[in-house]
């Protein structure tokens, strides 16, 4: 008191600063805890997409939406979510509906174009494996084309060797013939009366002439050629007929006999066919070399 007693209202009367008491109904501190409770229990009504707006009922609900839309962004709202009507409920169950025909549609149209793309493909691929097949089978044509060229022109100059050979053979023995018959004329005059003198009795047997040969070639593919040739033509006869009128393909061969077994080759060219011992008839088998 003595430290205040020079202040100059000192003598005025004293008034208690205004202030809450605890009598009071409420107080600051207790007013903004009833509002924050308030506003929590606001905010915990719902939750809202900020990308399409719509209403969540809870946190579970949100992160379906999320997971099903791609949506990220979410607010709390105050608004509650009341419940669906008959008509509601009806009107999102044929949304729901559509949506589901949409999507088989949808899915139907990719299938038909899936099939469509592999149908293509396969229709490509069998295109090319038909092109490339043909391409082969001409190539295995142009070079059978080829080898039957070569072949006949092989057998072309085998023919036109035996011809040669056959027609030398014939001027040959048409010399040996004209040179023998001009030799043995003397001496048949000779012995004319000796021989007409001799007794019929005491003339030995005479050997049977054979004036033509029967040949018979059993080919490769079960086929026969029967032809009839001179027994003194040679063997190059056989052997050219044989080439020109076999059907079991071109290529080398021989002819041999089965019984006896004997090959006639190329040692038997120029040979007649009576010395051969294949008069007057005969069956060769023609093997292939």
């Known amino acids: 008191l003595f430290a205040h007693s020079d202040d100059p209202d000192i003598d005025e009367p004293y008034e208690a600063p205004k202030g809450y008491r605890l009598t009071d109904e409420s107080t600051p501190a207790a007013a903004s805890s009833e509002e924050s409770a308030t506003t929590d229990a606001e905010v915990a009504a719902s939750l809202k997409c900020d990308e399409c707006g719509k209403q969540l009922k809870d946190a579970d609900s949100a992160q379906a939406h999320a997971i ?3 949506h990220s962004a979410f607010s709390e709202s105050t ?4 419940p669906l009507t008959a008509e509601e409920k009806k009107a999102q169950l044929d949304r729901l509906q ?48 080829e080898q039957k060229k070569r072949e006949k022109l092989e057998e ?75 027994p003194t033509e040679t063997f190059d006869a056989v052997l050219a007929y044989v080439l020109t009128n076999r059907t079991d393909g071109p290529g080398p061969f021989s002819l041999m006999t089965t019984f006896p077994r004997r090959v006639y080759g190329d040692e038997s060219r120029g040979i007649s066919l009576q010395k051969l011992g294949l008069v007057p008839s005969a069956v060769l088998v023609l093997t292939k070399r």
């Open 68 to 70: 099903r839309t791609g």
């Open 79 to 82: 608004e509650k979510i009341r």
């Open 98 to 145: 559509q949506r589901l025909q949409e999507k088989r549609e949808a899915n139907v149209v990719a299938e038909k174009q899936d099939q469509v793309e592999r149908e293509k493909i396969r229709r490509k691929t069998g295109k090319e494996v038909v092109e490339a097949r043909h391409k082969h089978d001409m190539l295995e044509a142009q070079k059978l084309v």
């Open 156 to 230: 072309k100059k085998a023919k036109e060797a035996i011809r040669a050979k056959i027609a030398q053979d014939k001027a040959e023995r048409a010399a040996r013939a004209k040179e023998g018959s001009s030799q043995s004329r003397p001496a048949a005059g000779t012995q004319a009366a000796p021989a007409a003198t001799a007794p019929a009795a005491s003339a030995p047997a005479a050997k049977k002439e054979y004036t033509s040969c029967r040949i018979q070639v059993r080919l490769s593919n079960g086929t026969a050629l029967t032809a009839t040739f001179k």
